[in-house]
């Protein structure tokens, strides 16, 4: 067995989370294999005390110092591990503590395609499953193979199925019923040569032909397209702190769907079974809050439903605005937000 990496005492966050809050860590360690987690997870501190696993620390948001273990995950790798010539698929494994954007270039760098709609979204790999990440017209569960995560009870090494990881919109098993049991350590997909862009978003048909793309486009100009969408709506981390979409978009009846739409003809709406889902964003755009600025802290001019933290702001001050605007979308249109982001 290796020995335990070493455990570091009030060790600040603030380079662990993109909203940028000076928080800490009463301990915290880093791991770059299945062996150094199991020997960390063997140590008694460690098994004490409230463990918080992190990867780009791009989803949430630290109100508090965290009174527990901080458990970095460091582990890497990018390898093609299977080919199938019928299908014409392979199967990329990532290390979980690869970042995200970084595993969608290597797998263009090798011709295979399926997540392009994906690019550029903050986070590691490990991260990816447990909320499903997903944009334009795209998730992660659409070319989702398996999972590896070791249990943090026993230490042992378990593979989860697609099915056995209960995928929905921003949801699987790890956010569920098993939340805090496993740590991911490693994620595989099964990706594509052949290319059937999904380009029915309609931000990237507009932004394709924008750049001169009209037909069958590659998936490397689908990632371009996605990226170029990207910067021009979202906020980058590194210059203003926040963890993209704070909150989730509601799905409403379509009673209640109908309801609203008498009462504002523009709302939006697309179909899912049960119901219809509407933009938060446009909600909260709705109810005045886009582009408002507090001091340090405020809501995103240009996409409403990013919440900014422009230098200095504490969490908490971010997490009363997010309650003040759920508080002004259930009083102006009786509908319940509820954050995407991990408030802690
Ligand atoms: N809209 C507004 N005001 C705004 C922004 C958007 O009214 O300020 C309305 C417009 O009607 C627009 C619609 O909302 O057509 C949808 O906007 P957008 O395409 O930007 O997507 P979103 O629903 O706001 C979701 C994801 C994003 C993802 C985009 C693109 C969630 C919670 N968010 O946002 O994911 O990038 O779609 O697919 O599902 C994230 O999860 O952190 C994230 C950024």
């Not at 037909?215 to 100009?221: D, G, I, K, L």
């Not at 209640?256 to 119901?275: H, I, Q």
């Not at 219809?276 to 886009?290: D, S």
């Not at 001019?301 to 702001?313: E, F, I, K, P």
Request: hydrophobic residues 40%; negative net charge; aromatic residues 8%.
């Amino acid at each position: 067995m290796s020995s335990a990496p070493l455990l570091e005492s009030n060790v600040s966050l603030r380079p662990y989370n993109t909203f940028g809050m000076e928080v800490k860590a009463r301990l915290f360690a880093r791991f770059t294999s299945v062996e150094e987690l199991r020997a960390l997870l063997a140590l008694p501190e460690v098994q004490q005390a409230e463990k918080l696993v992190l990867g780009g620390g791009s989803n949430l948001l630290f109100t508090q110092d965290f009174d527990g273990v901080v458990l970095k995950n460091e582990i890497y790798g990018l390898e093609i591990i299977g080919q199938d010539e019928a299908t014409d698929s392979a199967l990329v494994r990532a290390g979980a503590g690869e970042s995200w954007h970084g595993l969608v270039q290597y797998t263009l760098d090798q011709n295979l395609n399926g997540i392009e709609n994906l690019s550029l979204i903050p986070g590691t790999v490990g991260a990816a499953p447990l909320q499903n990440i997903g944009a334009y017209g795209a998730e992660l569960k659409d070319t989702f193979d398996h999972l590896e995560a070791v249990e943090i009870s026993t230490g042992e090494l378990h593979t989860f199925t697609h099915e056995q990881c209960g995928f929905g919109y921003r949801e699987s098993v790890f956010k569920g019923p098993l939340k805090n049991r496993f740590i991911v350590t490693g994620v595989v997909l099964r990706l594509h040569r052949s290319h059937q862009p999904n380009v029915g978003y309609g931000a990237i048909k507009t932004t394709l032909q924008d750049m001169g793309i009209e037909s069958e486009p590659t998936a490397r100009q689908v990632s371009d397209a996605v990226i170029s969408i990207r910067r021009s709506k979202l906020p980058d981390p590194a210059q203003i702190g926040n963890a993209g979409s704070f909150f989730k978009n509601p799905e409403l009846s379509q009673q209640k769907f109908d309801e609203l739409k008498a009462r504002y003809a523009d709302l939006p709406g697309y179909p899912v079974p049960g119901g219809v889902k509407v933009p938060a964003a446009w909600l909260i755009e709705q109810c005045g809050w886009k582009g408002q600025r507090r001091g340090p802290y405020g809501v995103h001019d240009r996409q409403a439903l990013v919440l900014v933290n422009h230098g200095g702001a504490q969490g908490q001050d971010i997490r009363d605005l997010a309650y003040e605007i759920i508080a002004s979308v259930r009083e102006k249109f009786g509908v319940e937000l509820h954050p995407e982001v991990n408030i802690l």
